[in-house]
């Protein structure tokens, strides 16, 4: 499976450079131990469907997780995470701005994710607060929204076209 990532994202020119490494089912174990000491929820990636990757530094070093599911042009992104040895290195930001590309590439014109801890995070990359009334069917029935993340989550959107 080609993981459709430009292999090198950088936003800026002092912005670390990532290679995007796609994990296949089977192959995320290293995912679901950095979720789960981060407390966030596992229970789901091992779903078909479920695209995630690793990212790593020009060096190989690992430094952050994302993923994503993709609905025609809705797209709900999760997992992301940079490893903390490498918080506040803009990581985070490079990571997100990698699987945005990625779902526009896809066609997908409204990102959506949840979260309980990094809404401000989010707000400063241009996702703003949603209703959850407002959330497109496809995202509402998906486990991590239906089930995982509890009714007190933020749900956070940023239109791309």
Do not use: H
Request: a neutral charge; glycine letters at 8%.
């Amino acid at each position: 499976m080609s993981s459709g990532l430009n292999p090198e994202i950088a936003l800026e020119p002092s912005a670390p450079k990532l290679i995007a490494c796609p994990l296949l089912i089977g192959e995320r174990g290293a995912l679901a131990a950095a979720l789960k000491k981060a407390k966030l929820p596992i229970e789901d990636i091992e779903t078909p469907g479920r695209l995630f990757w690793r990212f790593e530094t020009v060096e190989q070093v690992p430094v952050g997780f994302g993923g994503m599911e993709l609905f025609a042009r809705e797209a709900l992104l999760g997992s992301i995470m940079a490893l903390p040895q490498v918080r506040g290195q803009g990581i985070g930001t490079a990571i997100v701005a990698s699987l945005e590309l990625e779902a526009q590439s896809r066609g997908c014109r409204s990102l959506w994710l949840i979260t309980m801890s990094a809404a401000e995070f989010f707000n400063r990359l241009g996702y703003a607060k949603c209703d959850r009334a407002a959330v497109p069917s496809a995202i509402a029935t998906t486990t991590e929204f239906s089930t995982l993340c509890p009714a007190s989550a933020e749900v956070l959107v940023k239109r791309t076209a």
